[in-house]
């Protein structure tokens, strides 16, 4: 930890940002993807995060990501008998991922990344003011 907990602070929540960017960006990808076994589905993912206090002040909380989960919902089945992956019922399986729901999720999770780096930002201009103030 750094005599500026700010940037501590600010870093875990950059971290976690771009941690959930990762998995918004693997389920929008995986979205339109098909399989065909409900078990061979891909599932979508979902960061879980976690608050760390400091050791040196209980006053100070950073973030970190303590894992990252995989859905459990049941995936799309459609009927398709003549698709290439079309179990031997002719279901192919889709994921569950909701494109619109992501995508919410994507401009939250950009918001707050914007909002980490101002905060970088700010306190990087208000601790070069302070050296300033002497001279």
């Known amino acids: 930890m750094s005599n500026l907990p700010i940037f501590d602070i600010a870093g875990s929540a950059l971290q976690a940002q771009s941690v959930r960017m990762s998995t918004i960006a693997s389920n929008l990808s995986n979205a339109d993807t098909v399989a065909g076994s409900a078990d061979a589905v891909y599932k979508p ?21 303590k894992e990252i989960s995989q859905s459990n ?11 290439p992956l079309a179990d031997a019922d002719g279901y192919i399986y889709q994921p569950d991922v909701d494109p619109v729901a992501q995508m919410v999720n994507l401009i939250s999770t950009s918001r707050n990344y914007q909002a980490g780096v101002e905060m970088l930002t700010t306190a990087k201009e208000l601790a070069l003011a302070t050296l300033t103030m002497g001279r």
């Not at 993912?45 to 990501?65: A, G």
């Not at 919902?73 to 698709?83: D, T, V």
Request: glycine share 4%.
């Open 73 to 83: 919902a049941a995936p799309i089945q459609r009927y398709e008998p003549g698709h």
């Open 45 to 65: 993912l979902e960061p879980i995060f976690q608050s760390v206090t400091s050791r040196n002040d209980p006053n100070i909380t950073t973030v970190q990501v």
